[in-house]
């Protein structure tokens, strides 16, 4: 590709509106225009054309901005669900739109990463990269060592047709345990809990990559420095 030519994708996920994959979806959705057109899939933009999203004019690429944020037990991972009492976006006030990387669901809390930059969030996602996350899990009941041994040696969940990743499990008191994942299964942790016999009475997620929760308080959030950006950019 010429030297300053860029696919309308690539410009949609630098520009921090979503992923380039989702990029293509919202091209194909008409919700995208291209000097006042209906732009199409796979176009390729000179540099000095007029882009919109819903009405919005978009000016590329910009600076990374990544967020740490404490999601509250109770809160929505979404930007707009009509049926969600609480979402994300409620407590995010920013002056650069992001948006997440990675999902958590209304039941559990813990760290959520936002970005405007959707080539990283690209990058995080990637299952085949085993990225990983971890969580503080509170059950109902004493956690045995067989228990433990089960979750960590990998388990099939019939209910998804699916056997999880070996994971690393360290019992931290009776009924509390921290589980390192590196793979986010629809409600992983606590199907797998259920299957040894143990009920989640709370989830918390405290680390994502090599980014941890901190000292952050429900519903706070973080600013990333550049050299923390730059480590999430270089893991594998």
Same mark, same amino acid.
């Given at each position: 590709?010429? =030297?300053?030519?860029?696919r309308l994708n690539k410009f949609l996920a630098e520009s921090g509106i979503c992923s380039r994959r989702e990029a293509d979806r919202l091209i194909e959705e008409g919700k995208v225009s291209v000097d006042g057109r209906i732009a199409k899939v796979g176009e390729v933009l000179t540099g000095s054309e007029k882009v919109e999203y819903e009405g919005r004019?978009?000016?590329?690429?910009?600076?990374?901005?990544?967020?740490?944020?404490?999601?509250?037990?109770?809160?929505?991972? =979404?930007?707009?669900?009509?049926?969600?009492?609480?979402?994300?976006?409620? %407590?995010?006030?920013?002056?650069?739109?992001?948006? %997440?990387?990675?999902?958590?669901?209304?039941? =559990?809390?813990?760290?959520?990463?936002?970005?405007?930059?959707?080539?990283?969030?690209?990058?995080?996602?990637?299952?085949?990269?085993?990225?990983?996350?971890? %969580?503080?899990?509170?059950?109902?009941?004493?956690?045995?060592?067989?228990?433990?041994?089960?979750?960590?040696?990998?388990?099939?969940?019939?209910?998804?047709?699916?056997?999880?990743?070996?994971?690393?499990?360290?019992?931290?008191?009776?009924?509390?345990?921290?589980?390192?994942?590196?793979?986010?299964?629809?409600?992983?942790?606590?199907?797998?809990?259920?299957?040894?016999?143990?009920?989640?009475?709370?989830?918390?997620?405290?680390?994502?990559?090599?980014?941890?929760?901190?000292?952050?308080?429900?519903?706070?959030?973080?600013?990333?420095?550049?050299?923390?950006?730059?480590?999430?950019?270089?893991?594998?």
């Open positions: 590709m010429d =030297s300053g030519k860029i004019v978009l000016k590329g690429k910009t600076s990374t901005v990544v967020l740490a944020f404490y999601k509250p037990k109770g809160v929505t991972t =979404s930007e707009k669900d009509d049926h969600a009492k609480k979402l994300i976006s409620d %407590y995010i006030d920013y002056p650069v739109r992001v948006t %997440y990387a990675g999902r958590l669901d209304k039941d =559990s809390e813990g760290l959520i990463l936002l970005t405007n930059d959707g080539g990283l969030i690209d990058h995080m996602m990637r299952g085949i990269n085993g990225h990983e996350k971890e %969580y503080l899990v509170t059950c109902d009941k004493e956690i045995t060592e067989e228990m433990r041994e089960k979750l960590s040696a990998g388990m099939y969940i019939p209910e998804l047709k699916v056997k999880t990743r070996p994971c690393r499990v360290v019992i931290r008191g009776r009924n509390v345990m921290s589980i390192t994942l590196t793979q986010g299964l629809n409600r992983q942790i606590r199907r797998m809990c259920f299957h040894v016999g143990l009920n989640v009475k709370k989830l918390k997620r405290v680390r994502v990559m090599n980014i941890t929760l901190g000292n952050l308080k429900p519903g706070e959030y973080r600013e990333l420095s550049q050299e923390e950006i730059k480590s999430l950019w270089q893991m594998k």
